[in-house]
């Protein structure tokens, strides 16, 4: 299966969805991630990693405007 670019964002309410583009207005409040990966759920999964290791170090979660963004080799 071919890696490609994955926007995946948590809303407020804590559910996660995967498409479409990190300026999406759907995504203005929500926590925005761009993971390279195989599929929706495996993107989900590295976003939740993510997410995991920046609130166990306290450091803050990527926004709209300042989305996480993976390297995509």
């Known amino acids: ?20 583009r990190p300026e999406d ?4 409040f929500s926590e925005v991630y761009q993971i390279p990966a195989e599929s929706r759920e495996k993107a989900t999964k590295k976003a939740q990693a993510v ?15 300042e989305p996480y963004r993976e390297d995509f080799k």
């Open 25 to 28: 207005s759907d995504y203005e």
């Open 51 to 65: 997410r995991s290791r920046l609130k166990k170090k306290g450091l803050p979660f990527p926004t709209q405007k």
């Open 1 to 20: 299966m071919e890696t490609r670019l994955w926007t995946v964002a948590r809303f407020p309410v804590g559910s996660w969805t995967t498409g479409g």
